[in-house]
């Protein structure tokens, strides 16, 4: 079925330090998003990839969609305390016109 | 920006209880709403996907019965859960989209939790 699995489940950085989390579909997507979760709050529309090879930034974020439409990354660069939270990858398949949710990878900075 | 509400946020109450939770969306025209269950440290369950004016969409596992979904207009969506039990204590979560590849905007969640 239709599976989206996310790496690493958890990253400790010190502040400062660069941070990439990584998603891959056992199938074709048709687009993914990204979320943030912030402790205690719930999941924020980060943005959308629709495009193969489609790279996005935003401010210190930069979003990449594979070629083959199979798999996502997001990098952080420089992290702040800011950026700490959980950040969820979601796919969108065609096929039921639902989101599937990665398991996310919770960030935490060290200041 | 797409804001969704959900009401309320917490909930604490005694097992056998029922418990209705809202799921609106304020700016926008919501055709299909979802339901999340989400447990400590882990990823958003799709429960159930509500679709305004027809029967909800439940995800395997989930039972119909207990988890009342009811899409009565472009803007609302309620969840009861019926006669809940501690097991049923978890962070739901409510989303509203307003067309099929648009994102979805996600309510600020309640808290359940059964004595």
Redesign the interface.
């Known amino acids: 079925g239709q599976q989206v699995m996310q790496i690493p489940q958890y990253q400790h950085v010190q502040e400062g330090e660069d941070f990439t989390t990584y998603c891959n579909s056992s199938t074709t997507l ?2 993914i ?1 990204w ?1 943030k979760q912030r402790p205690g ?5 980060l943005i ?1 990839l ?1 495009k193969s090879g489609e790279v996005k930034k935003q401010k210190r974020l930069t979003f990449q969609f594979g070629e083959a439409k199979k798999n996502s990354s997001l990098h952080i660069t420089a992290t702040q305390t800011t950026d700490v939270g959980t950040y ?1 990858c ?1 796919g ?1 398949y065609n096929q039921g ?8 990878t ?1 960030l935490s900075v060290k200041p | 920006g797409a804001v969704v509400s959900q009401h309320p946020s917490r909930v604490i109450c005694k097992s056998g209880t029922s418990v209705k939770i809202e799921c609106r969306s304020l700016d926008f025209q919501a055709t ?1 709403m ?1 339901w999340y269950r989400q447990f400590p ?4 369950m ?1 429960m159930a ?1 509500s679709n305004e004016g027809s029967k909800a969409t439940y995800e395997q596992g989930v039972e119909k019965d207990k988890f009342l979904i009811n899409h009565a207009s472009l803007t609302l969506s309620t969840l009861t859960v019926t006669s809940a039990h501690p097991e049923d204590s978890s962070f739901y ?1 409510c ?1 509203a989209r307003e067309g ?2 648009q ?7 309640t808290r359940l939790s059964i004595l």
């Open positions: 048709s687009n998003q979320y709050g719930h999941p924020v529309f959308q629709v969820f979601a969108f016109g639902k989101l599937i949710f990665g398991q996310g919770e | 299909t979802f440290k882990q990823s958003l799709l996907t979560i989303s099929v590849e994102p979805q905007h996600f309510g600020d969640g």
